[in-house]
């Protein structure tokens, strides 16, 4: 991938990834006023993520198996073209259980990330696997910085305009994938379990569930964190999600790569969970501002350090017939911490202190750190 011929592939897919996570981002932030509006209690709030997160879980895995016999551009397009219409029964929902339906349907279908990296592991060498991948972590930090942005703006207009644009986009997004991205050439292999493709990198993929675990705990508890102890408003919330997604996505855009390139993917990964923790850390105690501000610097860092080489692992210890099942199991494992996640914050902030999340946070880090230094890759 030394010319910008030989990134079109990855160039074709992370505008994909970039695009789907704009999507996903406007809806995240207006999805509990929408609910609320239907009359829906702060915990049926929480369920309408759930309701997005748990058939992910279920499904992703199967999704990404499925196209490895299958390929990739297919389930692309299948997943892209299921949001399309849970948009839309979103928008026109006239009750809280279809916007229950809809996030699920949502959640059913796509499993776009997993399928995304696959494609990524299917066109690169394993020297430019961690620049691609890089690429795909930067297009969703990207996303995850204007969704929100989007639709804050169009909110002005009523909830129904945000959620329709994002169908329009899904609706770009589908036509672009059908004109530009190609199927890749790939192994297909005799079927496997699961757990016999969980195996081939069982320290990477706890490591990862242990330290997002740790992340969703920090985004859903630090507006209500940072209100508490430093009187910040939804405005100084909004900028700090905005610089962890800017940061996060210029490290995974390119400095990932020439650090892995010096000192290897391993390494980076151990100076990123050091990174990360020491954030948390700060985070667990009562501290001026600046150090807060400090430490969300930090966690940027940590992450961009951390998610590429590990996905870049995850694939080199894979057999390239399985990458599909492979990434399908990481974000079946993501999806599993966005359901378990907010729980364990939201129970612990509320009952114990602002700080415990954090304390519970750097904990699982430190436990992740310590199950990666037992990982020897092959």
């Not at 507006?223 to 905005?242: D, E, K, M, P, T």
């Not at 017939?321 to 999806?335: E, H, M, N, R, V």
Request: glycine share 10%.
């Amino acid at each position: 991938m030394s010319s910008i011929a030989s990134y079109k592939p990855v160039l074709s897919v992370a505008l994909t990834a970039f695009i789907d996570f704009v999507g996903i981002g406007i809806i995240i932030p207006i999805a509990p006023f929408y609910a609320e509006h239907f009359g829906a209690t702060p915990f049926e709030v929480t369920l309408l993520f759930t309701s997005y997160s748990l058939p992910q879980f279920l499904l992703a895995p199967i999704w990404g198996r499925i196209s490895d016999r299958r390929g990739r551009r297919a389930f692309l397009l299948l997943g892209l073209s299921g949001e399309v219409f849970a948009y839309l029964i979103f928008a026109f929902s006239n009750s809280l259980y279809l916007l229950y339906f809809s996030r699920a349907l949502a959640g059913s279908l796509s499993a776009n990330f997993a399928i995304i990296s696959s494609y990524v592991s299917d066109v690169t060498s394993e020297e430019q696997r961690v620049r691609g991948l890089g690429l795909i972590g930067a297009a969703v930090g990207l996303g995850f910085v204007f969704g929100p942005l989007l639709g804050g703006l169009l909110s002005v207009f009523g909830f129904r305009t945000p959620i329709l644009f994002a169908a329009l986009l899904c609706v770009v997004n589908l036509i672009l994938v059908a004109l530009y991205v190609k199927e890749p050439k790939r192994t297909i292999l005799p079927k496997k379990r699961f757990s016999e493709i969980f195996s081939h990198a069982k320290q990477l993929y706890t490591m990862g569930f242990l330290v997002n675990l740790a992340f969703v705990a920090l985004q859903v508890t630090i507006a209500l964190y940072g209100q508490a102890l430093y009187g910040w408003n939804s405005r100084s919330v909004g900028f700090i999600l905005a610089l962890i997604g800017v940061e996060t996505a210029a490290i995974q855009g390119g400095a990932v790569y020439k650090l892995t390139s010096k000192i290897g993917e391993v390494r980076t990964i151990f100076l990123g969970l050091a990174v990360f923790a020491s954030s948390y850390f700060i985070l667990s105690f009562k501290n001026p501002e600046y150090l807060a501000i400090l430490s969300i610097v930090l966690l940027g860092l940590g992450l961009g350090l951390t998610q590429p080489p590990a996905y870049s692992l995850i694939s080199k210890l894979t057999p390239r017939g399985d990458q599909g099942a492979a990434f399908g199991l990481a974000q079946s494992l993501t999806s599993l911490s966005n359901i378990i996640g907010p729980v364990i914050a939201g129970v612990s902030f509320e009952y114990v202190s602002p700080f415990t999340p954090y304390q519970i946070g750097l904990a699982l880090i430190l436990a992740g750190l310590v199950i990666f230094a037992l990982f020897t890759p092959a």
